[in-house]
C-alpha cells in the first residue's frame, strides 16, 4: 500500500494563498498515488512531472517573492530547496527521456516529490510563515 499524504491545518503557513497552492501540490501527489496503486503510474508519470515543474516554478516564485518583502532569515534555504525539487524533476525527466519510463520509476518520483513535500512544509515553510506573521503584528 502506497502512503498516501493529505495536507492538513497542521501545516498551514497561515498565508491563505499559499496555503491553497500548497494544497494542490498535495491533490496532485494524492491523486498520482491512486494512479500508482492502479498500476498507471508509468502511463501517468510525465504528465505528472511536467505539471508539477511547471507549477513549482509559478508557485515558488509567488513564495519567494512574498518571502523576501519580510527578510525571512530561512529564505535563502527556501530557494536552495525549491531549486532542488525542480532539479529533482529534470533529473527524472531525463531519465524518462533516455530510458523511458516504469513502474518502478513512477513509485521512485512519487517517493521522492511527496517525501520532499512534506518535508520542505514542514520544516521551512511553517517556520517561514511564522516569521511573517511576528513581523506583521
Known sequence: MI???KWSQSISTGDPAIDVQHKQFFFVLHDF???LEQGRGAQELKKMLVFL???GEWHFGKEE????????PMACDNNHAHEQ?????NTLLEQIRYSGTSEFLAHDAYEKLSSWLVNH????D????QHVQSTQQ
Not at 65 to 72: E, G, K, Y
Not at 85 to 89: A, V
Open 33 to 35: 498515488a491512486e494512479t
Open 85 to 89: 525539487f525542480i532539479e529533482t524533476i
Open 53 to 55: 515543474k511547471y507549477y
Open 121 to 124: 512544509i514542514m520544516k521551512i
Open 126 to 129: 511553517v517556520v517561514n510563515s
Open 65 to 72: 517573492q512574498s518571502l523576501a518583502c519580510f527578510n525571512c
Open 3 to 5: 502512503e498516501k499524504y
